[in-house]
């Protein structure tokens, strides 16, 4: 078990055991972009293939990643919100 990102994580429940198996590599790089905040760019470009020619992983290992996914972007601060108000004024 990764002890910086069990720690990173938090929740028990979300320990990508399956991952780690499967994967160590991957774990590690999670790990390495957890504090960098280049994380959620990192996870995109591993479930979503963009040259596709990847063979995918197991159901289990995606529901591992989109998890951790999920829980690093609900720890992130929201974004703010730039206003445009001619394209508000215009849709009106």
Not at 3 to 14: I, S, V, Y
Request: with cysteine; proline share 5%.
């Amino acid at each position: 078990m990764n002890n910086k990102l069990a720690a990173q994580l938090n929740t028990p429940k979300l320990y990508p055991h399956q991952l780690e198996q499967a994967f160590p590599h991957i774990v590690a790089k999670i790990t390495e972009h957890w504090d960098a905040r280049s994380l959620d760019c990192y996870l995109d470009s591993l479930l979503f293939d963009s040259r596709g020619n990847r063979s995918g992983f197991s159901t289990a290992v995606l529901s591992e990643m989109f998890a951790i996914q999920n829980h690093y972007r609900a720890l992130q601060p929201p974004k703010q919100r730039s206003i445009d108000t001619w394209s508000e004024l215009i849709s009106l």
